[in-house]
């Protein structure tokens, strides 16, 4: 733990520099994986299905049995929870659907964007002990919404075969079309070029390892789109007086219990909260199972005193973070100013598990700084929008002798030609 | 050039197979100048500039007379039409404005999206004889309506230093706030790293050759977000016994022009629509000044009869062409079903031409089949959505159990901790 008091704005890059997260060593060895796959398709896959996740399948493809079966093992509890979630997450999402908005430019001059889903899109969720059935839920349900007709899914086998059923069933749930038991580089190479039984895909979603945010770098150059690029997970939380302090710990210590290196920062107007916050933690700490990785995280958080509030604002505009929560009382002085955030929650009964979970928003959100241009997953991120146009004679008269000048001063004689021939036609 | 009458489906990818457009073998050279920029800043610019352009600068920064004096070098003629074509272009990326729509996903519970604009956003402008400057306006304009803080505008310096008036011209009325004389992997390199002069930007936008290409790449791996991959421009147009083939024509030869590499399609119902636009364009090509360079797109050109209507609206929406022309009169039968183009027009009397210059569409289209999952750039181009939520003591009672099995299921503890410490309090 790092503790700064009204640090001067030129150390503030300094103080909150991230790990640097740079996968392009991985390259080399990623892209040979990602060549056999694209030239050797099922047999590449079942190849290193072999070698890095230590099982020899008969097939990739879960079985609508496998579905069944899962379905049974989750429990009745666990299912209501996913339903209030699922549910959240279809009423945001779908709220963000737009009507068409068809306009004249001038008289005659017809122009409108059309939304339409991504046809075919791959979605990876990666394996370990702990399922992410939740980010099942956050890529698949607004691939629904938006009407995409593929909603194709990887996740790694374990030892004996199989895909945690809380996964199964939250892909069922949410509508995902297509399932197989791919892990790693091997998952995002069949979504990228497609095999003999896995469809290519025309955009990759989700989270991995840093071999999986490789390959998906390399496939996005010429084969398929991707969500965003990907970092270490982050949060900086605002508190102040009016703070309840043992909040501000547990929302601090959710984000270290993702990894050692979960990015923590802490901005307080005053010493003693962050003093207050920091035997907070150290008490809810002791009971955590996740105890040793969060304690890795907490040693490079950061604690903040900044008094000022617009220079509050102005380091977390500068900072980016993936997740702000502004736990205090008056968050309104500042949530209305920030400008470069992922995700903002606000208020002490606003704990980023809500949106990780059950509120209705995204999880997938920027990190390393990337809120600055990038939004979080959300329903356009499934959808591109077609830009249509149509003119009429008087529209032609009416901006056809613009066209023409402009190509000519271009130099694109056959552009003003194609207009030409229409208004001598029409004239 | 090639005709096809009604080829087999699955030969249809064949038949319509872009060249290889894969720049990475320029890699390790533009990665060299990148990290040159990157240490040495203004010093490796002044450097390359010398180097690349030809030119020994003393500032690279264009100055307020400058721009003054090329305001008086553009034609009054010409100005009027910048004129329209901004004011169109204005008016309809105005219109994707869209309102903050703050829902409840459950009561007390809420959540809505805010679109920011993206605060620093640089433009790239490719030099050469025929200035681009209707892609100042294309990329300007709505950065300027979506409120970005700083526009950085960078294109090459001719043999005398200068930049073409009408670039900045058209870079004035876009609102511009800054324009720098660098050239290709320069420009991108100091608008991605920043340097003494040049401000970092957040994404980088605009065409440019296959350098520029590969460095918008680079730099969009771990530095700043770039606008979409770029390939070769492409036109697919449509024409039956209805269509104005001299028109058809004429908006193939625009196609054409571009480049050597330009992809040119009709698709046609019968074979007698075929032969009178090739006939047609025999005849306008003769006098074309860009005569050679269109015959060289032309002798890759592809020409197909597909008589199935339904037929044709599969093979557009595989192909996914950056510009789809519908040169019919019963257009409606196919542009209803389209799901995979960059920009749609209508009807015989709308021109490409329109929408590169004047209707008020953008122009910066996705090529390569990049239609599947990319928008052309639009007003969300240059902002972000930022996610907030809101939760009341009501809205947690109702959330937080499921909050607690789902976090609890994933084995994330202090994720559920952060619930139930507030449960406790509210309870």
Redesign the interface.
Known sequence: MRTYINPDKNVWSDILKRPL??V?ELYGKVQTILTEIRKNGDTALREFTEKFDGIKLDSIVVSEKEITDAEKQVSA??K???A??A??IE??HA??Q?KI?K?E??PG?S?W?KA????KVGLYIPGG??????TVLMLAIPAQIAGCKQIVLCSPPDKTGKIHP?ILYAAKVAGVTQIYKLGGVQAIGAMAYGTETVPQT??IFGPGNQYVMAAK?LVS??D??IDM?AGPSEVLVVANETS?T??VA??L??Q???GADSQVVLVANNSATIESVQAEIAT?LAT???KEM?EKALSNSVFIVIEDTKEQIDLINEYAPEHLILSTKNYSDI?EK?????????????????????????HT??TNG???????V?L?SFI??????????Q??LT?G???E???T???????????T??LK??Q
């Open positions: 997260f740079d392009s509890d666990l209501e929870a996913i209030l979630a549910k959240n009423v945001f709220s963000q737009s908005n306009i430019t001038v001059v122009c964007q339409v889903a991504i046809e002990t702990a399922p992410l059935f939740s809380a025309y955009k770098q150059m010429n398929v789109s690029p309840n043992a909040f547990s929302d210590l959710s270290a219990e993702h809810q955590l199972p996740r969060a949530s920030i400008t470069n955030a992922g995700s903002v929650f606000l208020g002490e009964l606003t704990p980023e598990s809500a949106g990780d979970y059950a509120s209705g928003t995204n959100l920027p990337w809120a600055r241009s990038y939004s979080g959300n356009d591109k929008k077609i830009t249509f146009q149509e003119i009429t004679k529209g032609l901006i002798p613009a066209i000048k402009m190509a001063a271009e130099e694109l004689v056959a552009h003003k030609n194609a207009v021939l229409r036609e029409i």
